[in-house]
């Protein structure tokens, strides 16, 4: 069974800070890895997909990036601001069209 | 283009009821996939929907069904409700690799 974890659990930092956000699997045959954000009480918001020929992708102030290998992702924000706190989440696809959640890291961006 | 659409929003019901939610895909997208969240439990796969055929399917209990329309359109029915079904249920629809989720649907049984 696919288990994901999410490293730290939660995480506050002052606005403009660069900070990382790390996910692990148990199984490193990850087909895909799908970034989210989660408001409170909301659904999931896509920031960025890495696919199987991939390593990283970037948009705006994110940047995640994977290694198959040792079955990590990580999720770079730039510049980080009040508007980015949220809950992140990591997923991963092995094939089949499901996703495998992590347990979520939830920032806050101090003003 | 619009995004996912899931009604209703909010939802309240009794144990022992049954409960349809509804989900309404990207236009042009063919897979919809449901999710549970929790507090205890997190993200949770339910199934997978394409093409009206249910391709994947999750660890639930057989209390737990949907089905897909021609139009692309879901539903997942829960029936026998129990105090433990309380969650955000949320649907999730894509057309390659990556998944578009709606805002959800919350369900509190009492």
């Known amino acids: 069974k696919q288990e994901v974890t999410q490293i730290p659990a939660a995480l506050s930092v002052p606005e403009g800070e660069n900070l990382v956000l790390n996910c692990s699997f148990t199984?490193?045959?990850?087909?895909?890895l799908q970034w989210f954000r989660q408001d409170p009480g909301k659904g999931l918001t896509s920031l960025l997909l890495i696919q199987s020929s991939q390593r990283e992708q970037t948009s705006g102030r994110l940047n995640a990036s994977l290694d198959k290998s040792s079955g990590r992702s990580t999720l770079y924000i730039a510049a980080s601001q009040p508007g980015d706190s949220a809950t992140y989440l990591c997923?991963?696809?092995?094939?089949?069209?499901?996703?495998?959640f992590g347990t979520g890291t939830r920032l806050t961006v101090i003003p | 283009k619009a995004g996912v659409t899931q009604t209703p929003r909010y939802l309240i019901k009794t144990r022992g009821q049954q409960v349809t939610l509804s989900c309404s895909p990207i236009?042009?997208?063919?897979?919809v996939s449901w999710y549970q969240q929790t507090p205890g439990q997190g993200l949770q796969f339910l199934f997978e929907?394409?093409?009206?055929?249910?391709?994947n399917k999750g660890n639930f209990p057989g209390r737990f069904s949907g089905r897909q329309f021609s139009n692309s359109r879901s539903e997942m029915n829960v029936s026998t409700l129990e105090l433990g079904d309380s969650a955000l249920y949320l649907c999730?629809?894509?057309?390659?690799?990556?998944?578009?989720f709606g805002p959800g649907t919350r369900l509190t049984v009492l």
């Open positions: 999730a629809s894509s057309l390659k690799s990556e998944q578009f």
């Open positions: 929907y394409f093409s009206e055929t249910q391709r």
């Open positions: 236009s042009g997208h063919r897979s």
């Open positions: 199984d490193s045959a990850i087909y895909n």
């Open positions: 997923a991963g696809q092995t094939g089949a069209n499901n996703l495998f």
